[in-house]
């Protein structure tokens, strides 16, 4: 039973190009959340979805980010027109649904942006 | 504003002695905390959580400990191992009518290392 997938493990970007994060939750997980941690910092919420719908979208940056997870395929986490200050690690989370557990959350390994 | 602090950045200790990390957090409206373990390159794992009710809570040799009139927790690992060596993340949420998800509030981590 594979784990949470994110790909690709490293994107290198250039300023004010688009950056696409992918991530595939686990085997009958239908809630997906991502977070960013800059560097130094811990981990910070920025979207929460379940299938076709944003739930909480409380922590994304008003312009250039944008988060889907449409019925079929990964989630996507796009950014557009790079800034060097979007450079950090991009962790996406699942949880299966009906649950009220926080512990039922499984990370990804991450996708470290660099933007140069 | 850091609502969840850990004010120490780095423990070293030594195999089989007990380590102990804390973490301070500012949000009344938090009622469920958990650690999460991070290894370089992978993502966060779940290790522990307590729920506002209890101050206590054990598995196997990981304890923690809730202090809500402090507004502190601690997570103590008795006896430490080499293989503890990791990030240690201490995490809140609120408990939002009962429907609580994944949208934590993480602290900046301690680098934990046990030397054997």
């Known amino acids: 039973n594979a784990g949470v997938m994110q790909n690709p493990r490293h994107l290198v970007r250039r300023r004010g190009q688009e950056a696409r994060l992918r991530c595939s939750p686990m085997k009958g997980h239908s809630h997906v959340y991502w977070y960013r941690q800059l560097p130094e910092e811990g981990l910070k919420f920025m979207v929460y979805?379940?299938?076709?719908?944003?739930?909480?979208e409380s922590g994304m940056p008003k312009e250039r980010f944008s988060a889907e997870f449409p019925k079929e395929g990964p989630s996507i986490l796009r950014i557009q027109q790079v800034v060097r200050g979007d450079s950090a690690a991009y962790f996406c989370?699942?949880?299966?649904?009906?649950?009220?557990?926080?512990?039922?959350?499984?990370f990804g390994s991450g996708t470290q942006l660099s933007v140069l | 504003d850091q609502q969840v602090k850990q004010n120490s950045p780095s423990l070293s200790v030594q195999e089989g002695r007990i380590s102990i990390l804390n973490c301070d957090y500012t949000n009344s409206m938090f009622d469920y905390f958990l650690w999460y373990k991070k290894y370089p390159a992978e993502g966060p794992t779940f290790l522990i959580s307590?729920?506002?009710?209890?101050d206590k809570n054990e598995d196997g040799r990981f304890t923690v400990f809730l202090n809500k009139s402090a507004k502190h927790l601690s997570l103590h690992i008795v006896p430490s191992q080499p293989g503890d060596s990791a990030v240690y993340f201490c995490a809140a949420s609120p408990n939002a009518g009962g429907t609580s998800y994944g949208k934590l509030t993480f602290g900046q981590g301690t680098i934990l290392t046990v030397h054997p």
């Open positions: 307590i729920s506002s009710i209890k």
């Open positions: 989370a699942s949880s299966p649904p009906g649950q009220s557990f926080n512990e039922k959350l499984f």
């Open positions: 979805l379940q299938k076709e719908n944003i739930i909480d």
